[in-house]
């Protein structure tokens, strides 16, 4: 999405989480990140917004800015603001241990699991298990 200027994309970004549409406001925060590789406030909004969204597809990008935000803020760089946070000990909690990561691969371990034990049954044939996975 292309934006006439930085501010216009910083509004767009922020009235797009406040209406709660993640998925859309999710390539204009990384646009506006193309620009402001360590713009703190972004990559909260963005790590906050990709959990919240529930979205797949958001997942791998949101552990991403997860990990690049407890960087930044344990580097000293910290945003003007920390809501949706009380503090910064509050961000880095949260940031340090939401189980996204943990609950994607758990998924995939359990599929994967499932479908190898059809597959021993009979019920599913070795195609079907491969294409599934």
């Known amino acids: 999405m292309k ?3 930085a501010g216009s994309a ?3 970004f922020k009235q797009l989480l406040n209406e709660k549409k993640y998925a859309e406001a999710f390539p204009i925060g990384k646009d506006i ?3 402001e590789p360590e713009n703190q406030r972004v990559i909260l909004d963005l790590t906050n917004a990709g ?3 529930n979205n797949a597809s958001l997942d791998a990008d949101t552990v991403a800015f997860a990990k690049k935000s407890i960087q930044l ?3 000293g760089k ?3 603001k920390w809501a949706p946070f009380e503090s910064k000990d509050d961000a880095l909690g949260w940031l340090r241990h939401t189980r996204l990561p943990y609950t994607v691969g758990l998924i995939g371990i359990l599929i994967g699991l499932g ?3 059809l597959a021993m049954s009979g019920e599913e044939t070795l195609a079907q ?3 599934e996975v």
Do not use: F, N, Q, W
């Open 3 to 5: 934006l006439g200027s």
């Open 10 to 12: 910083a509004a767009t």
């Open 33 to 35: 990140l193309k620009d």
């Open 51 to 53: 959990y919240a969204a």
């Open 73 to 75: 803020i344990e580097s």
């Open 78 to 80: 910290a945003p003007d």
């Open 115 to 117: 479908h190898s034990v």
């Open 129 to 131: 298990v491969y294409r």
